[in-house]
């Protein structure tokens, strides 16, 4: 199974890919995921990325294909994967197809959570405050101004991959609004 969640932010990719993982045995590809974690090794990658993710922008095309390209060819995506914030743009969603068409691959499903973004800040604000009440750490991000330029980032330029897959019939759209299990719900429908 190879899937795209797509949504902007706070729309729930995150909590939805992670009960997909236990679902389907596939690994969950989140670009964030994996930019934060080179920003904490202080890599090459997490060094450039660093600066771009506090301002709420987007990491360039070239690294972040770079960083899928490198985790699609790992042992335990093989049997697939579902990816979580990537594609971000057009360029990334024509790279993945060249990645995966070289490799024989296809696509089973892309997945837009369609949310009302002006409850987005609200969400992102309780993400912020659960992490914290949980000791864990709080995404330096998930602060309401930065939050703002990031949705603005995804209207600008991610809003337009939905329609590009839509264009490739593989896109279906379910309502991000609905309560966590109801959304899992309609996901599991539409993978059968
Ligand atoms: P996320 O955890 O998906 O919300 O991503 C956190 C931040 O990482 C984003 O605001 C971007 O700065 C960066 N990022 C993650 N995925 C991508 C991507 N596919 N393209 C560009 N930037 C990305």
Do not use: C, H, W
């Amino acid at each position: 199974m190879r899937l795209i969640l797509l949504g902007p932010p706070g729309a729930g990719k995150g909590t939805q890919a992670t009960r997909l993982v236990e679902r389907y045995g596939i690994p969950q590809l989140s670009t964030g995921d994996m930019l934060r974690a080179a920003v904490a090794a202080g890599t090459p990658v997490g060094l450039k990325a660093k600066a771009v993710m506090e301002s709420g922008g987007l990491v360039s095309d070239e690294i972040v294909v770079g960083i899928i390209r490198d985790r699609i060819a790992e042992p335990d995506a093989k049997k697939g994967f579902i990816l979580d914030g990537f594609p971000r743009t057009v360029a990334q969603a024509e790279a993945l197809d060249v990645m995966l068409k070289s490799e024989g691959l296809k696509l089973d499903a892309v997945i837009e959570l369609v949310v009302d973004q002006s409850k987005l800040v609200a969400r992102i604000v309780n993400r912020a405050a659960e992490a914290k009440a949980a000791g864990q750490p709080v995404r330096k991000d998930d602060d309401p101004e930065v939050f703002k330029t990031r949705l603005e980032a995804y209207n600008r330029d991610t809003a337009i991959v939905a329609p590009y897959y839509e264009k490739g019939g593989k896109l279906t759209k379910i309502d991000g609004m609905q309560a966590v299990d109801a959304v899992s719900a309609a996901i599991a429908k539409v993978l059968g």
